[in-house]
């Protein structure tokens, strides 16, 4: 069973913990079987995993968010990277091409697209394996997930079936209407449109090559830039004669806003938070190291991070993302492949950050034009390397860099460094990377 999960956007709609770099999906917000807690993308993962011993999952992806799949996942996960963020159908398209040329998937094999951030249960992951095999053995060329609708919501398309059978045709696409409308359609036996479907490889990648002029998966990819943005509903779903859909009436939420995400969240407070008794339907979500404490609140969700603080009425919650689109700032928090990194402070001439290395990880030798740093080591061991020459290093340890000079440091433990940036201009891209010899 062939699984690709769209992991793409930024999720700004659950500002101040998303940003252009940290979306909504690799946010640890629910908890696992032994209670740690998980963001969306490992547990969509580890549901897949769980579920069958011959499911192979490709995540298609933006390349800014390859570092963060990697420090969820491990980097021995099947990634499609998109050199440039498109819409859905440019990006199943560049997956099924590395799918055929890459990974040597027949194009007699069905394939399931699914997007990566759903609030699911384990049924659902039992119907994905239901509609990969209808894809397999059915006479449509395309097979969709249509989710029970459990109100007449304007936030979603909806899928009208022919008839109320487990699996239908499809009769019509419709897209996202008015409460009222959204009523008259689930009278009618409306599905929502969840985004999910399955197909043959073949097919998908004959719809590619008529709508995109490509040989193969390495020739897409390096066309990927100049590509038409547009959707695979849009593309393919809406000029299919031959669809079916298949019902689902368990458990899915599409998690886009802080009022839905809330109504899924097991703890009511994570983090540093307080709240007195008079308090009902309270949120609060701090990463940051200072205490939140509320007192007689309704119906609220209060987030802080470095990026900023919200405070907000959860229904209201929905309309952030244009307030969201006007603040423009410093990405403060990121996790990547080696580890991650927190900024502390940020000055006119200089920038404070604290970066913590997974044992056995280092990061790229690098140099830079416009600054000089100076590390300090707070936790762990590990070793640098300036200008070719190596020295071990442990806590309080100062490690300094002038400008030019050729820096690395790869941890033996976890290691953690305050690092502080020195310049009149710092940013990122001021940074040279080399071969380390």
């Known amino acids: 069973m062939n699984v ?28 696992d079987e032994n209670g740690e807690y998980e963001s969306m993308v490992q547990r969509m993962y580890r549901g897949l995993k769980k579920a069958g011993e011959n499911v192979n999952i490709t995540i298609a992806t933006s390349k800014t968010q390859l570092s963060e799949i990697e420090n969820q996942l491990g980097n021995k996960v099947n990634v499609s990277v998109e050199p440039d963020r498109k819409d859905t159908f440019p990006a199943i398209a560049l997956a099924c091409a590395y799918l055929h040329d890459e990974c040597r998937v027949p194009d007699d094999e069905a394939v399931v697209i699914c997007p990566v951030d759903p609030y699911v249960e384990d049924d659902y992951f039992k119907a994905l394996i239901e509609l990969c095999k209808l894809a397999q053995t059915s006479e449509a060329n395309l097979c969709l ?4 609708p459990t109100y007449p919501s304007a936030k979603y398309g909806y899928i009208i079936p022919k008839d109320s059978n487990p699996v239908s045709e ?7 209407p008015d409460e009222k409308t959204a009523e008259e359609y689930i009278q009618k036996g409306a599905l929502w449109n969840g985004g999910v479907f399955a197909f043959r490889l073949g097919y998908l990648l004959k719809k590619a090559h008529e709508l995109i002029a490509f040989r193969d998966y390495r ?12 959707s695979f509903d849009y593309a393919v779903a809406e000029k299919e004669d031959r669809i079916a859909v298949m019902r689902f009436r368990g458990v899915w939420k599409d998690l886009g806003t802080w009022n839905t995400l809330t109504e899924s969240i097991e703890d009511h407070v994570m983090g540093k938070g307080v709240m007195n008794d008079k308090c009902e339907n309270v949120h609060i979500i701090n990463e940051l190291n200072v205490p939140i404490l509320a007192m007689g609140m309704h119906d609220v969700i209060i987030t802080a991070s470095p990026e900023g603080i919200l405070v907000s009425d959860k229904k209201e919650s929905s309309y952030i993302k244009p307030y969201v689109d006007d603040i423009v700032g410093q990405v403060m928090f990121a996790e990547k492949s080696w580890g991650s990194f927190r900024v502390l402070n940020v000055e006119d001439e200089s920038m404070t950050i604290l970066v913590t290395l997974n044992p056995g990880h280092s990061m790229n030798y690098h140099s830079h034009q416009l600054r000089d740093e100076v590390w300090v080591v707070i936790e762990g ?11 071990n290093v442990t806590v309080g340890d100062v490690i300094t860099m002038q400008t030019g000079c050729r820096h690395t440091v790869i941890a033996d433990t976890t290691l953690k460094i305050v690092e502080v940036q020195i310049g009149k201009e710092i940013t990122i891209h001021d940074k040279y990377k080399f071969e380390l010899e």
Do not use: C, H
Not at 17 to 31: H, W
Not at 381 to 391: C, H, L, N, S, W
């Open 4 to 31: 690709v999960l769209l992991s793409g956007g930024s999720g700004k709609r659950l500002w101040p913990l998303s940003n252009d770099v940290r979306s909504k999906q690799f946010i640890r917000f629910f908890k």
């Open 145 to 148: 997930l249509g989710m029970e």
């Open 170 to 176: 499809v009769a019509m696409f419709k897209e996202k």
């Open 219 to 230: 020739d897409l990819f390096e066309r990927y830039s100049d590509l038409e943005r547009i």
């Open 381 to 391: 061991k590990g070793t640098t390397v300036v200008d070719g020459m190596k020295q």
